[in-house]
């Protein structure tokens, strides 16, 4: 019970107003940041991490910290009211949660992802305060045989995800992995398929790409369906945030696992974007009318929104004991604690136990702060979709283009988002399904580079995804998933045959 | 708008700071010709959380705490092609003197590896900050005690040797350590230093040549162990970092036997075509950078190589090393 003291320590300095007020403004900042596409927490918290070197580090460490908590429940307004992603992680969350919107269902959409982000979060954070070193050694089981085999499970639980006939989800996701393949190749340190561009060095960055192909191609859309936003007449004010949550009890075993699901992926670490991903799949695969999802469904929105968070906060607890950030904000906080002098790693919580603890009670009161703030301006960012058409879509594509600048501070990104507009809405009209496009685009780098690396280690064998108990397990579990769709097809087949035998006609 | 936002408040952060560091800046102030007048872009050739752009962040938050400069700095980190996009962008800013690259190897290698046109001359070099260390490590658990163990079981099996990136230094010390050694290391490439040393600790690699920064913490956790450093004498700190050791207690490469020495430029460089003046202002600045005790503290967390140039001497080190890069990638067969 030393760490409950040790809790109760870190919430008096928490708590102190000076810190209370940081934690506010943070979360404010986090939210705006969220909101603006492509600004992203990993930017938001890169620029404004020299405002904080005056302070001391636990005042710093809880505004940073309350920036990234903001921006990952900003992430989700966009991708609900205009099925433009604020976050990578939040692509997920456009699949039931933008037909919510369109359906006027937006305020309950909102209402439930940041219901459920909270929820995702507080388990992580739970975890954290409990068992971080025992959770952190079990990162160190993963290699790259185990980081492939967690790829293959996110690929595998996400096939058959899309209503589309299967060689069209087959052709988008190879034209997602083509894309990813586009740049630098870490393993051989070659350039592969840049043609010579000095542009196109850089490869397509996912953000750059989901702005185009979900929210310029929803615009386009737009304009060709009489310039006005679906769902625009829908009834707003704050009840509708009670009557939610008389409805979220329902969903406590689906939260349970995707949170557990969030938790995992954070901390092995591969974030919070396959998470979000897997979590969706996977409460797709479990559900009794699966081709319910991705029309409107809230258990669309429950499901990646709670493992993102729970991913997304994990993410800093192998950033705290071992010094590997789990996600790019991680990376950029991490940059932030050697400023303050401190070296993170596994002497982190001995040697700065105020710190640390003080960073996790801010974890939980700034997980609080920033629920009540979104909630309370639910009705106000459902509100926009009230303004006229013509107004707002003239603003997003000014954030979109701002947002897919920013990703890396190039203007060819904005040509790149234009164009990726274009081929989304040409794939939108000839029914090809962009969500597998997406995960390959967003996981097909890092699922390549594991390949490789354990066939490195491995000397070409593939015995090395069976080698022990852990990575044999994981593949099981994938290639289970991936045989399900056929599975249940073949019993689907058997059934069909014993239900027509007794009526011949 | 946000960034614009932002880079006011870093200004006036930097203003109430500086009041603090007067006594530091004002004499300077007075002397200086010439001065930003709009915030400076920091580029990184590397991604978020590594080395360079770790230090570039420190001296960020150094310049603004000290207020050694009325703008304000900007970090952009731009990492494609293993760096060539940040230099390419440099290249191009020709007579842009709000612009400067911290660079790491990646400066020689990445063009001779990927054909990439840019060389160093391309750029204004502006001061050597540091060096940074290269040391073999393995875990704390291996039966390896000594650069000699090591050895003998790198001629017996096959040892994997992990590194960030490919074809660039861990590569290339690989290589060396190899053929020096006699033995067999297969290169496991990985993102970035800090993913390294973890897959060390969990046991999937068997031995990293990590900077000292990159591994110090799992050093004093005993989950890692320093062989030997691959530079011509030992390191400088003499406190003890574990119970029993400190970095100087660490022998060199040649010490044990082996002819492999390589450190690891941080350097500062503008873009090509800028006045006299504007580099003097930068020479000047990171000389007032490298006086503060949050950059003493960094220097010594990451047991850094403080040997510092300007001028000529710097850019005689430039060319004798860029040739000695030929020399060893050539020789690896790493050349585009």
Request: proline share 5%; net charge neutral; aromatic share 10%.
């Amino acid at each position: 019970m030393e760490e409950l003291g040790l809790l109760m320590q870190g919430f008096a300095v928490a708590l102190e107003p000076q810190n209370m007020l940081l934690m506010l403004v943070g979360v404010v900042l986090g939210v705006l940041i969220g909101v603006l596409p492509g600004l992203g927490g990993a930017n938001g918290i890169a620029i404004l991490l020299p405002l904080t070197f005056a302070m001391p580090p636990v005042s710093a460490i809880i505004m940073l910290s309350c920036i990234y908590w903001g921006a990952l429940f900003g992430g989700a307004i966009t991708s609900i009211l205009f099925n433009i992603p604020g976050e990578p992680w939040s692509v997920a969350t456009t699949f039931d949660g933008y037909p919510m919107a369109q359906q006027g269902r937006a305020a309950e959409a909102l209402t439930a992802a940041f219901t459920s982000s909270f929820v995702g979060a507080f388990v992580a954070i739970v975890m954290i305060t409990f068992v971080a070193p025992v959770i952190a050694g079990f990162a160190l089981r993963f290699g790259p045989p185990e980081f492939f085999a967690v790829m293959f499970l996110s690929f595998a639980s996400f096939v058959g995800m899309s209503r589309g006939p299967a060689l069209k989800t087959l052709m988008a996701m190879m034209l997602g992995f083509l894309l990813a393949a586009v740049g630098m190749d870490t393993v051989t340190g070659q350039l592969r398929m840049t043609f010579g561009s000095t542009e196109m060095i850089r490869g397509f960055d996912f953000l750059v790409a989901v702005i185009g192909l979900f929210g310029i191609s929803e615009i386009l859309c737009s304009i060709e369906d009489g310039l006005r936003f679906k769902g625009q007449r829908a009834k707003i004010d704050l009840k509708v945030v009670l009557r939610v949550w008389k409805t979220l009890p329902r969903h406590w075993f689906l939260a349970a696992r995707s949170a557990l699901i969030g938790c995992w992926m954070g901390i092995t670490p591969a974030g919070a974007t396959p998470a979000s991903f897997m979590s969706y799949g996977v409460a797709r695969r479990m559900a009794k009318d699966p081709s319910s999802f991705g029309k409107g469904r809230i258990e669309g929105v429950i499901a990646p929104e709670t493992a993102a968070h729970a991913a997304g906060t994990s993410a800093l607890l192998p950033m705290l004991t071992l010094g590997v950030p789990g996600s790019p904000t991680a990376a950029v906080l991490l940059g932030g604690l050697i400023m303050w002098g401190l070296q993170p790693g596994p002497m982190l919580f001995v040697e700065q136990k105020e710190f640390v603890w003080g960073l996790i009670a801010s974890m939980y009161l700034g997980n609080i702060a920033g629920l009540i703030v979104v909630l309370v301006a639910v009705p106000w960012f459902a509100a926009i979709l009230r303004v006229p058409f013509s107004i707002i879509a003239a603003l997003i594509l000014v954030v979109c283009a701002i947002g897919a600048f920013t990703v890396s501070n190039a203007e060819f990104d904005i040509t790149l988002m234009l164009v990726f507009g274009v081929v989304g809405y040409v794939l939108k009209k000839l029914d090809y399904p962009l969500a597998p496009l997406v995960l390959a685009l967003v996981l097909g780098d890092r699922t390549e580079e594991a390949f490789r690396q354990s066939l490195l280690i491995s000397q070409g064998s593939l015995g090395v995804f069976f080698s022990n108990w852990l990575v044999s397990t994981i593949m099981a579990l994938g290639i289970a998933l991936l045989l399900w769709p056929a599975l249940s097809w073949a019993r689907g087949l058997l059934a069909g045959g014993v239900l027509r035998r007794p009526r011949p006609a | 708008m946000t960034l614009h936002g932002s880079s006011r408040r870093t200004l006036l952060l930097g203003l109430g700071g500086g009041a603090l560091a007067s006594v530091l800046a004002t004499p300077a102030l007075a002397q200086r010709a010439w001065e930003p007048t709009r915030p400076v872009q920091f580029i990184v050739p590397a991604g978020t959380g590594g080395g360079a752009d770790q230090m570039a962040r420190v001296i960020q938050g150094i310049v603004a705490k000290h207020g050694l400069m009325k703008q304000p700095m900007v970090v952009v980190n731009k990492a494609g092609g293993a760096g060539a996009e940040g230099f390419l962008e440099a290249k191009g800013a020709r007579g842009n003197p709000h612009m400067v690259v911290i660079t790491l190897s990646n400066l020689f290698t990445t063009p001779l590896a990927t054909g990439v046109p840019f060389t160093w001359q391309d750029l204004t070099p502006v001061a050597m900050l540091a060096l940074d260390e290269f040391i073999l490590w393995v875990n704390a658990e291996s039966p390896w005690k000594t650069v000699a163990d090591f050895t003998v079981a790198a001629r017996t099996e096959r040892l994997k040797l992990g590194g960030t990136g490919s074809k660039q230094e861990d590569q290339i010390i690989g290589v060396a350590l190899a053929k020096a050694m006699g033995g067999n290391l297969t290169y496991v490439p990985f993102r970035g230093g800090g993913e390294v040393s973890v897959q060390l600790v969990g046991k999937h690699i068997d031995a990293t040549v990590n900077n000292p920064i990159e591994a110090v913490t799992h050093w004093r956790s005993g989950a890692l162990r320093p062989l030997c450093v691959f530079d011509s004498q030992r390191l400088a700190g003499t406190e003890k970092m574990t119970e029993t050791a400190a970095w100087s207690d660490i022998p060199t490469a040649r010490e044990s036997g082996l002819d492999v020495e390589y450190l690891m430029l941080r350097g500062i460089f503008m873009a090509p075509g800028v006045k006299p003046e504007q580099v003097a202002f930068y020479e000047g600045l990171m000389a007032r950078v490298r006086e503060t005790p949050e950059w003493r503290e960094l220097m010594q967390q990451g047991a850094f190589n403080t040997t510092s140039m300007t001028g000529e001497a710097f850019r005689a080190w430039l060319t004798k090393e860029e040739s000695r890069h030929r020399t060893l990638m050539q020789e690896a067969g790493f050349l585009a």
